[in-house]
């Protein structure tokens, strides 16, 4: 009977031997697993990390663009008013008597076929 009970104790031991060795291997595919994932998860910071900075480049980019674009436009809009004064000052002059009207010779023309 004693040799019974110690061949089962034995049987028993090396099945627990046995799953300790398949749980130690589990163990190490899942550290090897853990550190791809830390691995990945680092890779992953670092590419958050560039497109974070390439997104500031990007927006100071636009600023400086949308900066241009406003330059611009106030200069066009100040060459358009530039070019209406000097229309305006095709027709309308000031003498040292007062306000007077100066025409253009094609305002002229337009005026005496309308009088005739």
């Known amino acids: 009977k004693d040799a019974m009970e110690m061949g089962l104790l034995r049987a028993d031991l090396e099945a627990k031997t046995a799953k300790l060795f398949v749980n130690e291997a589990d163990i190490k595919v899942k550290n090897i697993l853990l550190r791809e994932l830390e691995t990945e998860l680092s890779s992953k910071c670092l590419l958050v990390e560039s497109l974070g900075a390439d997104l500031e480049e990007m927006s100071a980019s636009l600023e400086e663009a949308q900066l241009e ?27 040292e008597s007062g306000v007077s009207i100066r025409c253009s010779a094609s305002d002229v023309s337009d005026v005496s076929r309308t009088v005739s």
Do not use: H, P
């Open 69 to 95: 674009i406003l330059t611009l436009n106030n200069s066009l809009a100040f060459y358009k008013a530039a070019e209406d004064s000097r229309k305006l000052g095709m027709l309308v002059g000031r003498t």
